[in-house]
């Protein structure tokens, strides 16, 4: 089985070795200490290069805001095709739990949870650059869930799906939050009885 719903994920840009260094420091800092915490001058000084180079690169912190998340997403979808490759599920419904299985994985070592939902708590007005990334990346997860729950055969795909939705996000922040860190593992067994539960169309 496989992933069944158009991931459009943004292809890496070509960038100089510069700005390869502007883009990992960003990400670290970003990931590590928050957006707005994080000036300019700390990600030019960590990559080491001039404030002049980084927004020749980047145009704006902004911009550099949303080339941070489109990497991030770009990373996640790598990592659910090895996440898919190494747990090879054998039906709709095992692609769903294998998404919840893999949060374990994602969030190991990790204490701040997920970037998408910490940039959008930081990021409010909703014409920022990186919102699109931020809401894309999370509609993209529901309609996956609702593609495989259809796929299942499954009554009501599309409510199951947003049950799915609140349970896998619901895990990320309670991670973080509430410093659950088996918050994970609770939600995955949530989702499995939601779908032995589930009727069938």
Known sequence: MRLIVDREVAAAPRLTPAGERILTAAS????????RTVGVDAI????????KTLYDRFGSKDRLIAAYLEERNRVW???????LAARRPATPEAVILALFAALTDWLAGSRNGC???NASVELAAPDHP?????????????????AQAAAAGLADPR????RLL???EGALVSYRVAAMPDAPEVAARAAADLLASWPRA
């Open 77 to 83: 979808h790598e990592f659910l095709d090895e996440q």
């Open 166 to 168: 609140l349970l896998h």
């Open 115 to 117: 970037g998408f939902i």
């Open 130 to 146: 990186a919102m699109p990334v931020i809401v894309g990346q999370k509609q993209w997860m529901r309609s996956e869930f609702e």
């Open 28 to 35: 670290t800092l970003f990931y590590e200490q928050g957006i």
């Open 44 to 51: 030019a000084a960590a990559a080491d290069v001039t404030k």
């Open 159 to 162: 409510e199951l799906a947003d």
